[in-house]
Each structure stands twice: as C-alpha cells, then as structure tokens.
C-alpha cells in the first residue's frame, strides 16, 4: 500500500470522526429543540404542518444515533454489527425506517403547503389535522412493515454485517436508495415546493384567516408564512447535501463489477466518507434552517 493511499484512508477515518461528532452532538441538540419547540407551543399543534416538522425531528435524533454513532466507532475499528446477529439485522432494519420516515414526513409537510395554498377548497380541506395524525400513524406502521425484510436478509458473514440475499441487494441498491436518496427527499418535496410557491404568487386572497395580530396579519397566516419558508429553504439544504450521496450510490452501482486497485479504493472511500457526511447535514439542520428563516421560531427559543 503506498503511503498516499496510506494519507487517503486516514483523512476519511479523521474525517468521519471531527465532522460525524460535529454532525452528531449540534444535529442531537437541534433535533430535541424542535421536538420542543414544536410540542410546546398550541400554536404548532394545531398545525399540520408543524407536526409534520416534529415527527421529521423525532425520526432525525433517532437516525443520528442509529446511523451516525456506528459509523463514528467504526473509525476507531469497534463494529458491533461484525460481531452481533441481532445487532446488524436491527440497525439497518432501524436506519432505513428512520430515514425513510423522517423524509416522508418533510415530503408530507411539502404536500401540506401546496394544500393551504390552493384556491379550491377541496384541496385545503386534505391539510386538516386529523387527517394529518391519520398520515401521520399510516406512514409510521407502514415503515415498520417495509422494512421487516431487512431483519430476514441482513446477517453476519465472515464477520462483516452484509447482505445474504442477491434479490434483495439489487432490491436495495437500485430502489430503496433510489426513494431514500432522490425520489423522498428532493424529488418529490420540490415538485409539491414549485407547486407551493406558484399558488402563493397567483392568489388575490389570504386563505387563512384567524385572529388579526400585528399589522393586519392574522397570527395564524403568519406562522402559516413562517412554515412556508422555512419548507422551502429546508428542500434547498436537501437538494445540495443529499445529492453528493445519490451520485455516489449511481458510481458505486455503475462501477460494482468494475475490477479496483487500491488507490482508487482509497479515492472512492474518501468520496463516499464526504458524501454519507453531507447527507447527514439534511437530518442534523432542521433547527438551525428553522431558527434563521422563522421570527416565531427564535422568539420561543429566546424566550
């Protein structure tokens, strides 16, 4: 192994390590203060997009010490799912569920806008907020269900967590990351934002009308405005921190027969390192994109 293979596969273990914690202790506190933030305040839950946003950060923690952790102990060569059966079937059986369910929720919170902002009141009568528990119990049971096959096809081998089953590593390299990495967290959500932000400058008329505040607005159409954007800036950050990820999964498919010395390795696995880090900025930012767009945001947390 030459020496700058040597210096390529330390600086993506020191990498992992400096960034993961940083990701992982600013993306642990960000996560419980929109868990806060969102559960505290009559305001927010009553809003069904709020509590889109709130079950988004719960699966957000969840994921970062599910996913982010192992991957920070791995740096210091302790892997407990090379040497645990239960331990490797339930980690990827809990990363893709975490995953998965926390971009659905931002994906269904993006549906929501573009319901409060249609004219047809058909429309915005789907963003009441018991529909919105009814989604919000059908896509949590739904990933419970999905995901069971996880527990059955992910196993030791060789001491190393990996799948046993061709069928289901083409199923999950070709579909599952597909929706997780593309369809779930960019495509989709910035369909329904184009859609969103079309309404909002074609209407004559506030759709939400409440209890006037400050300046005519009523308090509930601002906090209406407030989610609107911080939506918004929240698929712009996904748009640029997942799609590294997605370019890598195409590579690694595209290249998974392709015959590799081990400089190209060590390049390839500084690449992955910088791009499994991006997307974990989509699940560790929510507060921080929150705080900055949202007056209502700031002004709970300041007080």
Same mark, same amino acid.
């Given at each position: %192994?030459?020496?700058?293979?040597? &210096?390529?596969n330390?600086?993506?273990?020191?990498?992992?390590?400096?960034v993961?914690?940083f990701?992982?202790?600013?993306?642990?506190?960000?996560?419980?203060?929109n868990?806060?933030?969102?559960?505290? /305040? /009559?305001?927010?839950r009553?809003?069904s997009?709020?509590m889109?946003?709130?079950?988004?950060?719960?699966?957000?923690?969840l994921?970062?010490?599910n996913?982010?952790?192992?991957?920070?102990?791995?740096?210091?060569n302790?892997? $407990?799912?090379?040497?645990?059966?239960?331990?490797? /079937? &339930?980690k990827?059986?809990?990363t893709?569920?975490?995953?998965?369910?926390?971009?659905?929720?931002?994906?269904?919170?993006a549906v929501?806008?573009?319901?409060?902002?249609c004219?047809?009141?058909?429309?915005?009568k789907?963003? !009441?907020?018991?529909?919105?528990? =009814?989604?919000?119990?059908?896509?949590? %049971?739904?990933?419970i269900?999905?995901?069971a096959?996880?527990? =059955?096809?992910y196993?030791?081998?060789?001491?190393k967590?990996?799948?046993?089953?061709?069928?289901?590593?083409?199923?999950?390299?070709?579909?599952?990351n597909?929706i997780q990495?593309?369809?779930?967290? =960019?495509?989709?959500?910035?369909?329904?934002?184009?859609?969103?932000?079309? *309404?909002?400058?074609?209407?004559?008329?506030?759709?939400v009308? !409440?209890?006037?505040?400050?300046?005519?607005?009523s308090?509930?159409?601002?906090i209406?405005?407030?989610l609107?954007? %911080?939506?918004?800036?929240?698929?712009?950050?996904?748009i640029l921190?997942v799609? $590294? *990820?997605?370019?890598q999964?195409?590579?690694?498919?595209?290249? %998974?027969?392709?015959e /590799?010395?081990?400089?190209?390795?060590?390049?390839?696995n500084?690449?992955?390192?910088i791009?499994?880090?991006?997307?974990?900025?989509n699940? !560790?930012?929510?507060?921080?994109?929150?705080?900055?767009?949202?007056?209502e945001?700031?002004?709970?947390?300041?007080?």
């Amino acid at each position: %192994m030459s020496v700058f293979t040597t &210096l390529l596969n330390e600086i993506s273990r020191q990498l992992t390590i400096y960034v993961g914690l940083f990701l992982f202790i600013f993306g642990t506190a960000g996560s419980i203060l929109n868990i806060y933030i969102f559960s505290s /305040k /009559k305001s927010f839950r009553s809003n069904s997009c709020a509590m889109f946003l709130l079950c988004a950060s719960i699966y957000d923690l969840l994921y970062l010490f599910n996913t982010l952790v192992p991957r920070i102990l791995a740096a210091f060569n302790i892997d $407990p799912t090379n040497t645990s059966r239960v331990y490797c /079937k &339930l980690k990827y059986y809990f990363t893709f569920q975490f995953s998965l369910a926390s971009n659905t929720f931002i994906l269904l919170a993006a549906v929501n806008r573009w319901l409060c902002s249609c004219r047809n009141a058909r429309y915005r009568k789907w963003s !009441a907020i018991k529909k919105t528990w =009814i989604s919000i119990f059908i896509t949590t %049971m739904s990933y419970i269900v999905i995901q069971a096959p996880s527990l =059955i096809y992910y196993d030791n081998v060789n001491n190393k967590c990996s799948i046993i089953s061709t069928a289901y590593a083409y199923y999950t390299s070709y579909f599952q990351n597909l929706i997780q990495f593309a369809v779930l967290p =960019i495509i989709l959500p910035v369909y329904f934002g184009v859609r969103t932000y079309k *309404n909002l400058h074609q209407r004559t008329a506030p759709v939400v009308r !409440a209890i006037t505040g400050q300046g005519g607005i009523s308090i509930r159409q601002r906090i209406e405005n407030q989610l609107t954007t %911080m939506l918004l800036l929240q698929m712009c950050t996904a748009i640029l921190f997942v799609t $590294p *990820n997605l370019v890598q999964l195409i590579y690694s498919n595209i290249t %998974m027969y392709v015959e /590799k010395d081990l400089l190209r390795l060590a390049q390839e696995n500084l690449f992955t390192t910088i791009a499994r880090l991006a997307s974990y900025v989509n699940h !560790a930012s929510r507060f921080y994109i929150y705080f900055i767009s949202s007056r209502e945001i700031r002004r709970i947390f300041i007080r």
